[in-house]
């Protein structure tokens, strides 16, 4: 049903956990099937240094967590928001189509937690 | 080929003795039972054998006995065709909440027929109670459908109870059996149902062979019309190999139920023992004690029934879940919530169905890669990282509910 390259995340998925003193907290939730997503992210110079994710969900959801990690890693903040639930998708070498929307779950995460990163910023100001 | 196979309630594997009745109507003897000529002679044989040994599976008379192609076949005609068969006396429908889809998907289309349907509710452990039953049932009432027991959860109902209410009612009662043929006893006169469906791979027969019993008098309206097949019931020329297969397959269960439903209880009952043992934080659902042999279903709390399954899968082992994530409509098991399950809990089915052959190693086994799938899950989950901080782990997802995308 999946392709490799979901198997593989979901067996060794990267980036778990929770990061301490975390820049940004992203907790998102779908209502249709169920799943939740937790993703923490630190910040230095306009770029994700660390992001790690808990995901409460099926084997979709644990390897998109795991892929949206690895992408939004390294990114500047303006990168990360690029990212696209079909990026994350095609980098995983698809998804079957009743599981599309746990790629939007991970991407929605990933903003999510960007989003509270910069509301904290401007609220700093 | 996974080594424990612990799904047999999805599919059981044809039994030899079955396959080996089959073949000859696989070959040679491919005659059309209906034929006036000699190659019908063989089929029509088999065909009025195996009705024969089906109805003793079932302690019903042979006349009794329509094939179809599976349950769901047969729960349809049993729905629409007796909901039709009787609607000048009445359009009411009364159906518990946790059938199966093909009497649930009837019943609704039934509804957009002009039929009224009422579903009844079930209590915590899913046993639709009598007294229930009557609150729902009208004086227009013509059908009640009850499953036998649940492939999902395992209870079994006061079936014999319900048949005598509905009938006080002058209502009749279907039963779906496909979960309970070849784990418990069935004997549809004592039972006194009208109608009973099942299905031969609930018993080590082929796929595509089943049947719906119909008691004396009971006469549905047919689905598929166009021809003499099945007195008119279910036109198409009857599927000679499989119904053969059933028929082997239903005499040879019959004799060994007792010895085969005896080992799967106890294995069950040491899975339901232990696994509360090596894992915290897990519910049982189901009735304790009014469930089927070889038949465990639970939550884990916390994680996902499809990435256990998966990771399952990994070692080996196959399983069986209720969660949304597992079905294709991305619903949660209608059952689950119908016992009163929170969304997040019915995302942590789990559902173990043995068979005659699973063994005490296959117990071992399980008991033994279970545990640490669950702690690699858990320290994955935020809802599992809630619980250990003391925070209630389901509150943030009601929230999240009510957001949405």
Known sequence: ?125 | MPENYFDHAAACPLMPEAFEAMKPFLTDRFGNPHSIHSFGTEPVKALEQAREQIARFINAPTTSIVFTASASESNNLALKGLARAREKEGRHIVISAIEHQSVLKSAHALERLGFEVTEVKVDEHGIVHPKELEKAIRPDTILVSVQHASNEIGTIQPLAELAQLSHQHTALIHSDGTAATGRIPVDVTRLGVDSYAFSAQSFYGPKGAAALYLKTGTRPVPLIEGGVQEKGYRAGTEDIPSIVGMGKAAEVTRSRLAEWSAKMGRLSKRLLTELPRKIDQIVLTGHPEQRLPGHVSLCVEFIEGEAMLLSLDDQGIAAASGSACTARTLKASHVLLAIGLLHAVAQSSLVLTMGKDTTDEDIDHFLAELPPIVDRLRAMSPLYAKFKKGEDPYEARERSFKGGH
């Open chain 1, 1 to 125: 049903m999946y392709s490799e390259k979901v198997m593989e995340h979901f067996r060794n998925p990267q980036n778990v956990g929770e990061i301490e003193n975390p820049d940004g907290i992203g907790e998102v939730g779908n209502p249709v099937c169920g799943d939740m997503m937790t993703f923490h992210v630190k910040v230095e110079d306009n770029i994700l240094t660390d992001v790690k994710f808990k995901t409460f969900g099926c084997g979709a959801a644990i390897a998109v967590s795991s892929m949206v990690s690895e992408m939004a890693k390294g990114k500047t903040i303006e990168q990360a928001l690029k990212i696209t639930n079909a990026d994350v998708a095609k980098e995983l070498g698809g998804l079957p189509p009743q599981k599309l929307h746990c790629s939007n779950l991970g991407a929605d995460a990933l903003h999510a937690a960007i989003r509270n990163y910069l509301e904290k910023q401007k609220g700093a100001k």
